[in-house]
């Protein structure tokens, strides 16, 4: 029999790795608070229910949440009809959200005070695109005995996966430094395409050059794309990521010059005056 595995929130980014995780021959057990998503999830062979207490209650050994954010994974798991109130033993929840990484910490310490649940966490990286063709990085961290054992799961939905450690909120620390490395390095190839639109150089020659020389970078070689990114969608969601390294930085005493800088020129160009308050 096909093992049983939870998904919780099957949006732009759950539905494409929960069908996924079907096609690679597992039963998904799915769940969404919007109930448009039922419709394209049972036409993807994903068995729906109508509360995350019915997910945990019927999956073999792990629920994977993808929900937006922090509010909603404390609904998911600690809600009336939350994960937790199904009251099952020795199953695991992967939080595949990307939240604050002392959050995750802590929200990883409550289920497992309050439950006989664990929890790991999982960021990824790839966006929608990575989520559909199966090749997002998944970024794990939490008890490694059982990240490895759920080796199959992240292999149908992505093609690397990496470990950091027991603390699940290391998993997140991981996804702000990519992200991070990625705001400055746009800002650094805009600012270098800008010198030589100055002097007329075409830029596509200027691109040719940064891809086989030492200004190589993946936003060098996916710029047709980076500099199509909006600030409604791709770009908010980096600034926001910028915005937590550049916390997380102030918190623990950590200096990250060029990503306060990178932020704040991201976010003159996207025109914004003050940022959105999340």
Avoid: C
């Amino acid at each position: 029999m096909a093992k049983k595995i939870g998904f919780v929130g099957l949006g732009t980014m759950g539905f494409p790795m929960a069908a996924n995780l079907k096609k690679a021959g597992f039963e998904v057990i799915g769940y969404d608070a919007f109930k448009g998503a039922y419709e394209n999830a049972a036409a993807a062979g994903i068995t729906m229910v109508q509360t995350p207490r019915e997910v945990a209650a019927t999956a073999d050994e792990a629920i994977i949440s993808m929900v937006r954010d922090y509010p909603q994974n404390v609904d998911l798991i600690f809600g009336e009809n939350g994960l937790l109130s199904a009251h099952v033993k020795g199953k695991t929840i992967i939080v595949m959200s990307t939240l604050d990484p002392d959050l995750m910490r802590d929200l990883g310490k409550k289920v497992e005070a309050e439950s006989d649940l664990k929890l790991v966490s999982a960021a990824v990286s790839g966006g929608a695109s990575g989520a559909q063709a199966g090749t997002l990085s998944i970024m794990t961290a939490g008890a490694e005995d059982i990240v490895k054992s759920f080796k199959p799961y992240f292999d149908a939905i992505g093609s690397n996966t990496f470990y950091y450690g027991a603390n699940p909120g290391n998993s997140q620390v991981a996804k702000l430094v990519n992200n991070m490395i990625l705001g400055i390095t746009m800002n650094a190839v805009a600012e270098g395409l800008r010198l030589g639109a100055h002097y007329k150089l075409p830029e596509q020659e200027i691109l040719n050059l940064l891809k086989v020389s030492t200004g190589d970078s993946w936003v060098v070689r996916n710029w047709a794309d980076v500099e199509n990114w909006t600030a409604e969608t791709a770009l908010a969601v980096l600034l926001k990521d910028l915005k937590s390294a550049f916390l997380e930085g102030i918190k623990h005493n950590v200096p990250l010059p060029f990503n306060a800088l990178s932020a704040t020129a991201l976010f003159n160009s996207m025109g914004k005056e003050n940022p959105e308050h999340h």
